[in-house]
């Protein structure tokens, strides 16, 4: 998403990446997932974070990859419903889950991107209107 708005020459957006569980605090991205980002010219850094309560006040738009960390984040303290919102449904898939690559082949990271990207596209114009 930062790429995409980048490119575009877009400012004003905050973009951060949170998880609802505290399995990966502190611990920077899968190196697979680096690599396949590297690969499109796509860089990862920072650590892995937890979603805060304070995190509903201060995002506009919070994207679930998955229909659990959805309903994670609904239950939540603080949570705005208005605010959550499926991934693939936002970009016109429907009610789909992002795959979790964490534990398949490499070839997954890559489909994960895939499907990040094309995502992304259709989400960006969403919000731009």
């Given amino acids: ?76 303290d603080g949570a705005d419903p208005s605010k959550v919102r499926l991934f693939r449904e936002l970009a016109g898939e429907g009610e789909l889950d992002v795959p979790d690559p964490y534990y398949g082949g490499d070839d997954g990271f890559d489909e994960v991107l895939d499907i990040l990207e094309r995502g992304c596209a259709v989400v960006l114009a969403e919000i731009r209107t």
């Fill in 1 to 76: 998403m930062r790429g995409q708005i980048e490119a575009e020459g877009l400012e004003g957006f905050e973009i951060d990446s949170a998880g609802t569980g505290d399995w990966h605090v502190g611990n920077p991205a899968d190196p697979r997932a680096i690599a396949a980002a590297t690969e499109r010219g796509v860089s990862i850094g920072g650590a892995a974070r937890q979603v805060r309560a304070e995190d509903f006040e201060e995002f506009d738009l919070i994207l679930a990859m998955d229909r659990s960390n959805h309903a994670d984040l609904l239950m939540m």
